[in-house]
């Protein structure tokens, strides 16, 4: 069975940080791409990082760049999000979720998520 | 970035019936749109990518529509387990960007 399990997420103090993790399972995770999306209470989803399979190209949102990093052990067949300077409005759930191909493709597997809260 | 607009924002539709939502992109994104199903409390699942292609295992129940920059879900035959958020997705440049997402209700 294909399966993504993130965990790593709880509550951190503004200004602090957190490092996620992403489990893979059940497919050749170093052939795939894979992306971390992020959804605050109440509100939609929004695409935070992306990483390629084998030589580590990674993207970032405006709103995360130069504050989180995305990084990956095919090894390990998993799949990592360091987030440092955390803010309130950093507070999501975060799926980790797998790009259906090379090229222009969906998200066509991800993970149930874990919550991260940034509060004093 | 490209700016993903949906409409409308709630649809409430008797058992049975038919429900159309609507996706733009504020560029072209040729067919390199997605939709998603989130049930409450659950994650994102693929619908449709390529704009009309169903991902496996999605019924055919579930159809799309569109290129360029407007774009169409359409759920015939609604049933309770279709009560989701239906958001869309362009993914023809970064940063990959989502709509605010359609909320379906089922009267």
């Known amino acids: 069975e294909v399966q993504l399990v993130e965990s790593g997420g709880g509550l951190v103090q503004p200004g602090g940080s957190l490092r996620l993790s992403c489990a893979a399972s059940?497919?050749?995770?170093?052939?795939?791409?894979m992306n971390w999306v992020r959804q605050a209470p109440g509100r939609g989803l929004e695409w935070i990082s992306y990483i390629s399979g084998r030589d580590s190209t990674t993207h970032y949102a405006d709103s995360v760049k130069g504050r989180f990093t995305i990084s990956r052990d095919n090894a390990k067949t998993s799949l990592y999000l360091q987030m440092s300077s955390l803010r309130a409005e950093d507070t999501a759930v975060y799926y980790c979720?797998?790009?259906?191909?090379?090229?222009?493709?969906?998200?066509?597997?991800w993970g149930q998520g874990t919550m991260v809260t940034v509060s004093s | 970035e490209i700016v993903m607009t949906q409409s409308p924002a709630t649809l409430s539709v008797f058992p049975g019936e038919r429900a159309t939502l609507s996706c733009w992109a504020s560029q072209i994104v040729s067919s390199n749109l997605a939709w998603y199903q989130q049930r409450p409390g659950q994650a994102p699942r693929l619908l449709i990518y390529?704009?009309?292609t169903r991902a496996p295992g999605i019924p055919a129940k579930f159809s799309g529509g569109g290129s360029g920059t407007e774009f169409t879900l359409t759920i015939s035959s609604l049933q309770s387990e279709d009560l989701a958020i239906y958001y869309c997705q362009q993914y023809n440049s970064w940063p990959f960007t989502f709509g605010p997402g359609t909320k379906v209700d089922v009267k």
């Open positions: 390529g704009a009309s």
């Open positions: 979720a797998r790009k259906y191909s090379y090229g222009l493709s969906p998200l066509d597997v």
């Open positions: 059940g497919f050749a995770f170093s052939s795939y791409e």
